[in-house]
């Protein structure tokens, strides 16, 4: 939800302060979905159900990594406005993929 809620409040900046529409709905679109994905995985039917919920969640931080680093490479973000926001959206990544791997393990034997 933190980082949603960064991803949200990146929005309203790129869109009042830069006059970017295009790259910055994409990274709302992508970034939110992380946590709805995530959320959404906690009422799964099943481990499967789970699995292929954190899947879409890992899917849309890959990306929404991608939408952060054209927005930093066009010179929408600054440095510190990119490493910020790239480091949570790392941290998020290794989360997901950690748990996907231990499931995929657990569900695989």
Not at 68 to 97: A, P
């Amino acid at each position: 939800m933190a980082f949603a809620i960064r991803i949200v409040k990146l929005y309203k900046y790129l869109t009042n302060e830069k006059n970017e529409y295009v790259l910055s709905k994409q990274l709302l679109r992508s970034g939110t979905s992380i946590g709805a994905n995530t959320r959404e995985s906690k009422n799964a039917q099943s481990k499967n159900d789970f699995l292929n919920k954190l899947n879409i969640a890992l899917k849309e931080a890959d990306e929404s990594e991608y939408w952060l680093d054209l927005l930093y490479k066009t010179e929408f973000l600054n440095n510190n406005e990119y490493i910020s926001l790239h480091n949570d959206l790392c941290e998020i990544i290794k989360i997901l993929t950690t748990i996907i791997k231990t499931l995929k393990a657990d569900v695989d034997k």
